[in-house]
């Protein structure tokens, strides 16, 4: 549900083109967010002008057209955003593993929790660069700021449950080959 939702909001801040949306997602949002491609793209630009979400304001050089969102859309993004369905299946790919670590042995678990915190790491300090770089050119608050920082916090924060987490597999490892050793 979320791709026309992201659409929305890109129409909201700026009306554009489908190669112009379709190019936002192959940017940040994107990498960090939400991945589309044009061929999911223009369909849901068809679907959304049929429902009165998005409107045509012209048409560009070899046909391009360009699209801004309706009221209608602007209040659909808005009703999205507020909502919060608790009865929906959650399908978190990254949790279940953080859930399944202890099926490891701990070599392994140690391995991948390196893995996680060397990515996470590297992560966040791309997004430092790009929340500079969207900081200098339009201020802390604009769009795609705010959900870089977001993200930068969120990988800083596995990052560093993840060297925690390896340091309580390194410590109870430890402590269970000095208590087989005494044995």
Known sequence: MSLPHALLGLLIVQPRSGYELTKEFEGHLGRHAWAAGHTSIYPELNRMADAGLVEVTHEGARGSRYYAATDAGRAELR???FE??????????EVLRMFLISALEPEDAIAYLRGVAEFTGDQAAQLAEVIATLEAQCGPIEFGALAAEYGRRQYEAVHGWAEWAIEQISAQTTSRSSSSTAS
């Open 79 to 81: 009703r999205w955003m």
């Open 84 to 93: 919060r369905d608790r009865t929906r299946k959650v399908r978190n790919e």
